[in-house]
């Protein structure tokens, strides 16, 4: 399982949000450049739809696939009570012939999307890593060298880590308390609850840039 928050910001803050990224981790950002293509089932497969995202690294010298299952969320009166989604999910790696594989057996594109970006991945109370991606869509089938940014002046963060039914309260505190120090740039929710930008962001992040911002904290 894992435990997750998603978030946006402006573009032109995305430089400060790095400064303080770099700062709090202490550790050099990874490049991203994901090619993710959503597939659904067909009616062969039976009434339950199900749904998988396939993942394709371009920002590897060579692609790498992965498939990956979201499942559902943690329920219950715990679960409502705090601000971090804890949900099962599913990862495995694969050969560049699993889209070829997922279309014999049944299943159909829905959507595809390329997200370009950078990520920062640590360790601080729990294994953290932190996305900061631009959402592309594709104008012809597959082709990620056309893709036009659906929201240019906005860009999507998300923060996971790995949890598994024995420790996820610790990790949800580790996750929560590393929230508490991005949020003068953004607001972090579950999936789905997104709550806007921050309004003094921009303060915010020209305070950062003028101070350097490059101290691990």
């Given at each position: 399982m894992e435990c997750v928050?998603?978030?946006i910001i402006e573009t032109q803050h995305v430089d400060a949000l790095e400064v303080l990224l770099q700062g709090l981790s202490g550790v050099s950002k990874e490049r991203v450049r994901v090619h993710e293509l959503c597939l659904k089932s067909g009616p062969?497969?039976?009434v339950v739809p199900s749904e998988?995202?396939?993942l394709c690294?371009?920002?590897q010298s060579t692609p790498s696939w992965t498939i990956r299952h979201v499942g559902g969320a943690m329920r219950g009166a715990?679960?409502?009570?705090?601000?971090?989604?804890v949900r099962s999910i599913v990862e495995?790696?694969?050969s560049n012939n699993v889209l070829r594989y997922f279309y014999g057996i049944g299943y159909k594109l829905d959507h595809e999307v390329l997200k370009g970006g950078f990520a920062f991945r640590f360790h601080r109370g729990a294994q953290i890593t932190v996305t900061v991606t631009s959402v592309s869509k594709m104008t012809k089938l597959h082709a990620t060298n056309e893709a036009v940014p659906i929201t240019p002046a906005i860009q999507l963060v998300e923060i996971t880590s790995p949890a598994a039914a024995d420790n996820y309260n610790d990790v949800v505190s580790a996750?929560?308390?590393?929230c508490e120090y991005l949020a003068p740039l953004l607001h972090l929710s579950k999936p789905g609850n997104s709550t806007g930008i921050v309004l003094t962001a921009g303060a915010?992040?020209?305070s950062l840039m003028s101070s350097g911002g490059g101290k691990t904290l």
């Open positions: 928050v998603q978030g062969n497969l039976g998988v995202r396939l690294d371009l920002a715990g679960a409502e009570q705090i601000s971090v989604l495995s790696k694969a996750v929560t308390s590393f915010a992040a020209a």
